[in-house]
């Protein structure tokens, strides 16, 4: 027998458009109705239309609760939970201090083992069902990691994070092991269920040219792969790196230089940027991740969204953890709708489709799945969350008497959290259930 599809009945919401481009870029139907089988989007639109025109499709009855796309988180470190809330250093303090530690625990794979499974999981209840995943530095950690991502169920794409200078002995590796290290893994694990590979340099302050010369050549010899790394996080980072690289005239020209910048490069943070920067990131369609709760949580500065959009750099959205505060995206939109607030005339105004799209159509563009996930239209994927806030909480007491969809969608991204989140769904299939 066949499978037959199934009408999943909800309040729907998705961005098929992008905001920063037009208007109406937000899609509400209040009581939709979502076709899919096999995985795949077949048809959305009014529930009563579909149920007519589909009579034979199981139905997954969520008329009580908003359902969104999957969220797409594009900057997240797996090695980093227990270090989320680490208060009172800025970048490079908390990272010798703090994070650095943390992350040499990741020579051990049982430890590592259970930490990617705590992770997988904290992504999946927070409605995340895709992510570009910052690594460890040991291999080991690595298989690990990717033999709990593969079964998850979610859309992970990750590394080995490799670096060779000015971090600890024990996180160091050389040029040529670095290569032998992520060739094995990738030939291993890139297409693996939904995982697949990046080259990840930890930031060019803590890697050789020889290393940053491997990057570039994985990535010649292997152009599917994405590619990730910081970028202008932090004032004093950013001298470091000047004195390292004296040839260079910024920060991006050191991953430029080696073949590190095109259109699959996803930058995180990128708050002390130049103009001329932009442009270049501009030309080669690549993206930046904005990291809002870690900016402020680290005090790094507060990010330019309207210099990123006027020189039309892609921009989607990253949660950071751990210098981020938590996997939740919403929280990040927020985040992210505040930190602009601050700067007054300078800041962009966000609206609430605005970070819709930055935490989904916008994240499925920078990790190259535009043409699979991010939103609803027919042919995508079926990754959605169902958000039903806990019995007598703020969230339900703001919804019940929500003027407009905008409203309740603003009240979603200032309340919502991991206690909201119902169900969450990838390809069709629940990947957490509360
Ligand atoms: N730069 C280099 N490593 C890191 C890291 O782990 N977190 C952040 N936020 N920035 C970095
Ligand atoms: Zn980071």
């Not at 009563?48 to 594009?74: C, K, M």
């Not at 007491?397 to 919502?416: D, G, K, N, R, V």
């Amino acid at each position: 027998m066949g499978s037959s599809p199934t009408l999943l009945r909800a309040q729907l919401y998705h961005t098929p458009l992008n905001p920063f481009e037009q208007a109406d870029a937000l899609q509400a139907i209040s009581d939709g109705g979502l076709l899919f089988e096999g995985g795949r989007i077949l048809a959305l639109g009014s529930y009563s239309e579909l149920a007519r025109a589909y009579p034979q499709a199981s139905l997954l009855d969520r008329r009580d609760a908003v359902v969104l796309p999957g969220l797409i988180d594009t900057h997240v470190h797996y090695p980093q939970i227990p270090v989320i809330g680490a208060m009172g250093l800025r970048l490079l303090e908390w990272l010798k201090q703090r994070t650095l530690p943390e992350e040499e625990k990741f020579r051990d794979v049982s430890y590592a083992r259970t930490q990617a499974r705590i992770f997988l999981r904290q992504l999946a209840r927070n409605g995340t069902t895709t992510a570009l995943v910052f690594g460890a530095h040991f291999s080991g950690a690595m298989d690990a990691f990717f033999a709990e991502a593969a079964g998850s169920g979610l859309r992970i794409t990750s590394g080995l994070v490799v670096s060779d200078r000015h971090l600890t002995e024990a996180l160091h590796t050389t040029p040529e092991r670095a290569y032998h290290e992520s060739r094995a893994l990738l030939e291993r694990w890139h297409g693996v269920g939904r995982v697949r590979y990046a080259v990840i340099p930890r930031f060019s302050l803590s890697c050789s040219e020889g290393l940053l010369e491997v990057c570039g050549q994985l990535l010649r010899e292997n152009p599917d792969l994405l590619f990730t790394s910081h970028l202008n996080e932090t004032v004093n980072e950013i001298r470091t790196v000047r004195e390292l690289f004296p040839w260079a005239g910024d920060y991006l020209e050191t991953y430029e230089h080696f073949g590190l910048l095109g259109s699959r490069s996803v930058y995180a943070h990128n708050v002390y940027v130049t103009d001329s920067e932009l442009s270049r990131l501009a030309a080669a369609q690549a993206s930046v991740s904005h990291c809002p709760s870690s900016n402020m949580f680290i005090g790094s500065g507060l990010f330019s969204l309207t210099r990123h959009l006027q020189h039309r750099v892609h921009v989607a959205l990253g949660s950071d953890v751990g210098g981020g505060t938590g996997f939740n995206l919403f929280k990040e939109g927020l985040m992210a709708y505040q930190g602009q607030m601050l700067q007054h005339q300078a800041g962009y105004p966000l609206h609430v489709t605005h970070l819709l799209y930055l935490a989904t159509t916008g994240g499925a563009r920078a990790l190259a799945l535009e043409e699979e996930v991010g939103d609803f239209s027919p042919g995508k994927q079926a990754d959605f969350v169902v958000l039903r806030p806990p019995v007598g909480s703020t969230l339900e007491a703001t919804l019940q008497h929500s003027p407009s969809a905008e409203a309740s969608l603003a009240s979603i991204f200032t309340l919502a959290r991991e206690e909201s989140i119902a169900e969450v769904y990838v390809a069709g299939k629940p990947v957490w259930t509360s």
